[in-house]
Structures are given as structure tokens and as C-alpha cells.
């Protein structure tokens, strides 16, 4: 019997605690104990048992009598607010995958590293195998390129200083200075493209999108043999992303 009530009464606690927190947040000064009891219907030695835990555990803060939000609960809506905005980037890349028929990937520069954040592909048009440090071979895959010429000039030359140029197949750029010339040729919303730079047989291209002090980008790739079919792809991809670039933008920032 002990197993069979000891579920709902956790659940009840949990519900009460999930009450309050609420009460609390509804208040942007705080309230106090008393005034949390009445708003949640629970009893009083009830209310101060929960919010003695909550406050132990980070999710409240109790200053002068008053209880406020934590930096737990703050970090918890953080975080949620993150994955939502992770799903909206998801979706969007399985829609223009499936709309165009080749794997999209999208990418970041953050914290001086290039980051890739998601990718959408299928079986029958895979990404490209990650086979030498994505972060350490910026200079040599469409992604890094587009995400490096993105970056003023101290930026660029710090991040090839800590990951400097080297060739990882027989078509990756020779050295710094012509990747830097490659750069600084780039037109503003120009495409980037690399042919087996990063992976023989494989083509790619990346877009520059820039939401306020964000680098950000996005790619397709192809198989060599299909190369006649990358630029009218990146042409697709760029229409797409202008029909939905304010909700995009939106994601941009996690």
C-alpha cells in the first residue's frame, strides 16, 4: 500500500511547488509566504515547507520577507527558450531540404569558435562526414570560409592564428594569404563555394547571414558528380530563406 500511495503524494507535491512558482513569478517585486498561501489555495505550514526547498535548491530567492524567482528557475526558462528556438531552426532546415533535395546545415561563429548547429539530411542525400576537426579546418570547408569573411579583419587573423591553415585534401587553399585574398573578394551576400577542399567528391556552398553582431551561415552540399546542380540549389535556398528571414533571424541568437 506504502508503493501505491507514495507516486500520487509526489506528484501533489510537485503540482503545489509548481503553484507557487508560478504565484511567484506572477509578482515582479516578490510577495510574501502568507500572501503566496492565499493566491494558491495551499495551507501555510504547507507554503513554507515548499519554499524553503525551493529557495534550498536555487529556485527562489527570499529577500526581506519577500520570495522571488532564483537563477534556477531564471536558467530553466533560459534553456527552454533555447531548445524552442533550436526546434524552429530544425524545422526550417527539414523544409528547405525536403523543398530542394540536398542536405542543409546551419552554422555559427560564437565565442571565437565556429560552431555548426544543425543539420538536415536524409539517407539518400547524406551531410558530409565530419572526418577532421570541423572547428580546426575553417579555412578549408564552405562553412568556415563564409563564416570567417563575416569577421573584421583582428577577428579573422586571430581565429587563423589559433587554427592556421593546412592542407587536409590536395585541394584545400595553399596558405593564409590566399585564403585571406579569397575573402576579402567575397561581394556582401555573395555564396561561397568550395569544391573538395574539406571532402574529395563532395561540393559545397554557404550563404552569409549577419543578424546584428552574429556570423552566421547556411550550406548545402552535393556529390562531385552532381555539381551542375549547386549554384541553382543556392538560388532556392536564398529565395527561401528571404520569404522567412524575420522568423529565422529570430533563432539566430541561441
Known amino acids: 500500500m506504502a508503493t501505491q500511495t ?10 503545489r511547488a509548481l503553484r507557487l512558482l508560478e504565484a511567484v513569478a506572477s509578482h515582479a517585486d516578490g510577495a510574501p509566504a502568507k500572501q503566496l498561501a492565499r493566491e494558491t489555495n495551499l495551507p501555510l505550514p504547507t507554503t513554507y515547507h515548499l519554499l524553503r526547498t525551493l529557495t534550498h535548491e536555487g529556485y527562489l530567492l527570499r529577500e526581506k520577507g519577500v520570495f522571488r524567482l532564483g537563477e534556477a ?11 524552442n528556438r ?26 571565437g569558435e565556429i560552431e555548426l548547429v544543425s543539420v538536415a539530411d536524409t539517407p539518400d542525400s547524406p551531410a558530409v562526414e565530419e572526418w577532421a576537426g570541423f572547428r580546426e579546418t575553417g579555412h578549408a570547408h564552405a562553412i568556415g570560409q563564409c563564416l570567417l569573411s563575416q569577421l573584421d579583419l583582428k577577428s579573422r587573423q586571430d581565429h587563423l592564428d589559433r587554427h592556421p591553415v593546412e592542407a587536409i585534401t590536395p585541394h584545400t587553399v595553399r596558405n593564409q594569404r590566399i585564403l ?39 550550406a548545402i552540399s552535393l556529390p562531385l558528380h552532381q555539381e551542375e546542380r549547386l549554384l541553382p540549389a543556392v538560388e532556392r535556398l536564398q529565395k527561401e530563406i528571404g520569404k522567412l528571414f524575420s522568423s529565422f533571424a529570430l533563432s539566430i541568437s541561441i
Request: aromatic share 6%.
Open 73 to 83: 528557475a531564471a536558467r530553466l526558462a533560459r534553456d527552454g527558450a533555447v531548445q
Open 180 to 218: 585571406l585574398d579569397r575573402l576579402g573578394g567575397l561581394g556582401r551576400m555573395e555564396p561561397l563555394v568550395e569544391r573538395q577542399e574539406y571532402a574529395l567528391g563532395t561540393v559545397c556552398a554557404a550563404i552569409p547571414l549577419t543578424v546584428g553582431d552574429t556570423a552566421a551561415t547556411l
Open 6 to 15: 507514495a507516486a500520487p503524494t509526489l506528484i501533489g507535491s510537485v503540482q
Open 86 to 111: 533550436r526546434i524552429k531552426i530544425e524545422d526550417l532546415l527539414a523544409r528547405w531540404r525536403d523543398e530542394i533535395g540536398v542536405p542543409v546545415y546551419f552554422a555559427l561563429y560564437r565565442d
